[in-house]
């Protein structure tokens, strides 16, 4: 069955994981995120209530899926 909210969960994952893998660092995956003006940003998800934007759920993916240090 479609679930929106788990299919936008599972590209941030792999959207982190291609900037680990690449060897981004959080900083610079947070900056690149930045230059994508495709992506959902506050303003929109604003509108739907309970939305994470989609920057934040990458970069959030990124910190559970980034090795310690």
Known sequence: KWNEGE???LRAELDAAFFLLYGISRD??????GTFQGLKDD????????AIPER???LD???RLAPGE
């Open 28 to 33: 610079d995956a947070e900056y690149i995120l």
């Open 43 to 50: 303003a929109t998800a604003s509108f739907v209530a309970g």
């Open 7 to 9: 299919r936008a969960e």
């Open 61 to 63: 993916a990124y910190d």
């Open 56 to 58: 934040q759920m990458i």
